[in-house]
């Protein structure tokens, strides 16, 4: 098979980045590993866009206007639910379910070729991609290759130089999960309040005292989060196939024994069930390549702007390292993403978007986020298509 472009992972960067390079007129081949797009936003259910809009304003404004801005106009005509402030940002409530198929709807429009249930497992420069599906291998040859994996794994394919924080410091991973027939709608804080109460009569495990709940806009229905500390069995290291069965198992086995509680104990949770696990536990960082420029948190504190900025990151520094919640660090106001930091070391035409592109622990704190991942992978779709 042969594409102009080639773009590893359908996540939010790597659907900006495919829908924009086939804007341009290049053939685009997507390759993903589950059975749709949108990356965490639809395999880990993660069900809020972040960073599309400026910190600090009156009513939302796009940091990024072009798809990140259009993403979220067609997110909020089909979901009907309108931008949120939380504090001093803007985010934009978003369904799993409907980004599936608005992912679906848009590599249609623009005729990306989408080869699902596909992994990138070798990949040489010039371009060949090595490909798996259901035990068979095969070939795709392409101009340019953007590696929008969220994992770096076109880094880990050619052996070459990352970065990985150390285990201690990586953003916690969550689980998070769908429950049905809650009513009426969730008091938060009061559900936040039970979990203290369960865990201090011994009815519930510590590690659920991480969770917390949103309602989805849809009837009865709500989000769980669960941040987990990851290292139930030693070190967490979200490369290793043992820490993520146990993460996956610790999340299901944490999600029954709160719900059994809540049945029990919380008016209008008699009925509730769950209804949907997620594909995939949420990995908030891995790997990250390292591009021909580094943005550091210091940038993005900073506020820092560039000549050659390709995208803004608007989101504040959302640390994660540990699993008591966040801690946010506000910058100075947007800075701006270097086009070297989508620009992968040492190699011709390969280039990154998205949670794995060339930053800092501190600044991948900030551009990880979904709206950040449109800006980043449509900047990344345009120079592969260039
Ligand atoms: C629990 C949790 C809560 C979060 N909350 C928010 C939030 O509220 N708002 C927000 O905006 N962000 C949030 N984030 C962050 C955000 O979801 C992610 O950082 C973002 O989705 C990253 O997008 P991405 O496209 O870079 O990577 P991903 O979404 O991880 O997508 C990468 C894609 O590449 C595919 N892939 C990987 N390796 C291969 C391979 N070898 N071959 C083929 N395909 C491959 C994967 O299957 C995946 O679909 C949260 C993250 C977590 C974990």
Known sequence: MKADVLVIGGGSAGLAAAVTAARTGARVAVVERHGACGGMGTASLVHTFCGLYFQDTEQPEFANPGIASEIAERMQSITGLPPVKMGRVW?????????????DAMLREVGVEVLFHCELVALEPGWRARVACRGCLF?????????????????????????????????RPAYVWGIQGVTPPIAGLELAGRIVEGVRAGDLDKSALGMHFRASGRPGEVFATLDLSGAETGDYDPTDPRCLATLEATGRRLAQSVLRYFRDRAAGWETAYISHWPTRAGVRESRRWIGEAVLTGEDVMAGRRRDDEVALASWPLELRETNRGPKLRYPEGPAGI?????????FQRLFVAGRCLSCDHEAQASIRVMGTGFATGEAAGRLAAG
Do not use: C, M, W
Request: proline share 5%.
């Open 338 to 346: 270097p086009r070297g930091a989508l620009v992968a070391k040492g």
């Open 139 to 171: 070939e795709i040859e392409a101009t340019a290759v953007v590696d929008a994996s969220g994992d770096a794994v076109a880094a880990a394919a050619l052996g070459a130089e990352h970065g990985l924080t150390e285990s201690a410091k990586l953003q």
């Open 91 to 103: 985010v934009l409530p978003q369904h799993p379910v409907e980004f599936a198929a608005l992912a």
